[in-house]
C-alpha cells in the first residue's frame, strides 16, 4: 500500500519553529516532484512549497518565503518543511504530495497535479 505519512505538527507560538516530515511507503518517489500544501479552516487547500525530484529546482509560495524551507532526502525517502518565523496565519492542516512529474512547472502549484496525498498533520501557530 502506498501511503504518504506526515508528521512533526503541533502548537507553537508566533515566532516559533516547526519541522515537518513526510515519509514514503510503499514505493518510493525518488522521480517525483514532491510538495506541500496546506488547508485553513472554512479555506481551499493552496500550494506551499514544491522541490524537483533531484532537489535542483524548488518553489515557495510568496508569503512563506525566507521563513519555509522545502527539501528532501531521496536515500530516506522523505520530504521535509523547516518552517520559521510561525504566524498565526500559518495554522492549518499541512498536506504533502507528490507530483506526477519529475520537475516543477507552473502546474506544480496546483492540487491537480499529484497523484498520492498524504493525511495531513494540524500546524496551529498562536498569538
Known amino acids: 500500500q502506498v501511503q504518504l505519512v506526515e508528521s512533526g505538527g503541533g502548537l507553537v507560538q508566533a515566532g516559533g519553529s516547526l519541522r515537518l516530515s513526510c515519509a514514503a511507503s510503499g514505493r518510493t518517489f525518488n522521480n517525483n516532484a514532491m510538495g506541500w500544501f496546506r488547508q485553513a479552516p472554512g479555506k481551499e487547500r493552496e500550494f506551499v512549497a514544491a522541490?524537483?525530484?533531484?532537489?535542483?529546482?524548488?518553489d515557495h509560495v510568496d508569503s512563506v518565503k525566507g521563513r519555509f524551507t522545502v527539501s528532501r532526502d531521496n536515500a530516506k525517502s522523505t520530504l521535509y518543511l523547516q518552517m520559521n518565523s510561525l504566524q498565526p496565519e500559518d495554522t492549518a492542516v499541512y498536506y504533502c504530495?507528490?507530483?506526477?512529474?519529475?520537475?516543477?512547472?507552473?502546474?506544480?502549484?496546483?492540487?491537480?497535479?499529484?497523484?498520492?496525498w498524504g493525511q495531513g498533520t494540524q500546524v496551529t501557530v498562536s498569538s
Open positions: 522541490i524537483s525530484w533531484r532537489s535542483l529546482s524548488t
Open positions: 504530495a507528490a507530483a506526477r512529474r519529475a520537475n516543477l512547472s507552473a502546474a506544480t502549484r496546483h492540487v491537480g497535479d499529484y497523484i498520492y
